[in-house]
């Protein structure tokens, strides 16, 4: 059964996605940039982007039925090469022990006030 997960982001009605899709024992959480969307702010700083970003997925996931210790494959887009000596420590203390398969790439992002843009996919642990 295919279940939709929504953080109530302004984007998902406007731009026709979900935050995250279940569907079996798998969650998609899409591509998830910094905003705080409580506030709908964006924070100047990729550090905290990143934690904003990780605040949003593990919601989605919990909402989902998972947790971060789930996830099995993360990707991170930034947009500058220089960010991801300063994300590793954030994503290292997310993932350290849960370990995903990752892929980080630089590139630009939709509004240039955005520095970094995580996905991941989850498995349900047996």
Same mark, same amino acid.
Not at 23 to 32: I, K, L, N, R, Y
Not at 38 to 56: F, G, H, I, W, Y
Not at 61 to 84: K, N, P, S, W
């Given at each position: 059964?295919?279940?939709?997960?929504?953080?109530?982001?302004?984007?998902?009605?406007?731009?026709?996605?979900?935050?995250?899709?279940?569907?079996?024992?798998? *969650?998609?959480?899409?591509?998830?940039?910094?905003?705080?969307?409580?506030?709908?702010?964006?924070? !100047?700083?990729?550090?905290?982007? *990143?934690?904003n970003c990780l605040?949003?997925?593990?919601?989605?996931?919990?909402?989902?039925?998972?947790?971060?210790?789930?996830?099995?494959?993360?990707?991170?887009?930034?947009? !500058?090469?220089?960010?991801?000596?300063?994300?590793?420590?954030?994503?290292?203390?997310?993932?350290?022990?849960?370990?995903?398969?990752?892929?980080?790439?630089?590139?630009?992002?939709?509004k240039p006030e955005?520095?970094?843009?995580?996905?991941?996919?989850?498995?349900?642990?047996?």
């Amino acid at each position: 059964m295919r279940r939709l997960i929504s953080t109530g982001s302004p984007f998902e009605k406007t731009a026709g996605y979900s935050r995250a899709v279940v569907q079996d024992d798998w *969650c998609f959480v899409a591509g998830t940039t910094g905003y705080d969307y409580s506030a709908m702010v964006l924070p !100047d700083s990729v550090e905290d982007q *990143c934690r904003n970003c990780l605040k949003t997925i593990a919601a989605a996931l919990t909402e989902a039925g998972f947790d971060m210790a789930d996830v099995v494959r993360a990707h991170y887009y930034i947009t !500058d090469a220089a960010y991801a000596d300063t994300v590793f420590p954030i994503l290292g203390h997310a993932f350290g022990d849960i370990r995903p398969a990752a892929t980080m790439v630089v590139c630009d992002l939709i509004k240039p006030e955005m520095k970094i843009e995580i996905e991941v996919t989850a498995l349900r642990r047996s």
